[in-house]
């Protein structure tokens, strides 16, 4: 087998949560792309129906799912099992914000944090176990994280402790698990602008200063996300886990502040 023909997934099936727009479906075309049967879930049917139609023109087939993946991921791990009786990928794609408001993390409510956590961890928790029981022949695991989780991120930090949870679930998960031949990593993506990002910050008129920010100039998109997924979930990455990767043109908590020098 040739290095190229180790990112085919043919006949594997993959779970995406969030999948239906923005990075998450970035994800799950990609793993169509590499021939995997994708199950989608995501809280709104139309727009898991469009990611569907996407995946079933590259020629593969999608499963719906759909429903909030808090306390869901049973469900969804079982309707790949009734579909396509097995299930080798898990991506756990959900995350970010259901709060309009931010605060400083001393005046945030109770609720907003345990709300926080419940999306961001606790539903990536509950995805990795699911998924850990339906993969007797060992599989791959990725949790979509943040580089918030790796610093001190004011008036998110709800949202940062929670994925900085989430890097250290993967990394002890991924030494837990690495005797049934299930690998776990997390990626980090830097400023995608994604439909999501544009509702939550409303930053339309700043993209070009934001690019600024970004060592090779130009902020991501979902491929640049979903390339290192497949990656991950694939025969080419079969000697990685544990691992944290943060996909973001180059910009690191020591560069979040780089400009171009001016000519």
Not at 177 to 186: D, F, K, P, T, Y
Not at 221 to 243: F, H, K, Q, R
Not at 245 to 259: C, D, F, M, N, V
Request: with cysteine; aromatic share 4%.
């Amino acid at each position: 087998m040739s290095l190229l023909d180790q990112f085919r997934l043919d006949n594997q099936v993959a779970v995406v949560t969030g999948s239906g727009q923005g990075i998450g479906r970035g994800i799950a075309w990609a793993l169509a792309d590499a021939g995997a049967r994708v199950v989608l879930n995501a809280r709104r049917l139309t727009d898991l129906e469009e990611t569907a139609a996407g995946i079933r023109e590259r020629g593969t087939d999608a499963l719906i799912v759909e429903g909030d993946i808090r306390d869901f991921s049973e469900t969804v791990a079982d309707g790949a099992i009734d579909a396509f009786g097995r299930l080798d990928i898990w991506v756990n794609n959900v995350g970010g914000s259901d709060e309009k408001d931010v605060h400083a993390l001393i005046d945030t409510p109770d609720e907003t944090f345990r709300s926080q956590l419940e999306l961001n961890l606790t539903s990536a928790f509950q995805g990795c176990k699911a998924a850990a029981k339906r993969m007797p022949n060992g599989g791959a695991i990725v949790n979509i994280t943040s580089g918030a989780g790796t610093r001190g991120s004011p008036f998110t930090g709800p949202y940062a402790a929670a994925k900085a949870g989430l890097i250290n679930l993967t990394q002890t998960l991924a030494l837990e698990l690495a005797e049934q031949g299930i690998r776990v990593n997390c990626v980090s993506p830097g400023p995608v602008v994604t439909e999501a990002y544009r509702a939550v910050l409303g930053i339309e008129d700043k993209l070009d200063e934001l690019a600024r920010t970004i060592p090779l100039g130009r902020t991501g998109t979902p491929d640049d996300i979903a390339a290192m997924v497949l990656l991950l979930c694939s025969d080419a990455g079969g000697w990685i886990t544990g691992e944290h990767h943060l996909i973001a043109g180059g910009r690191t908590q020591r560069s979040y502040q780089y400009k171009p020098k001016q000519s």
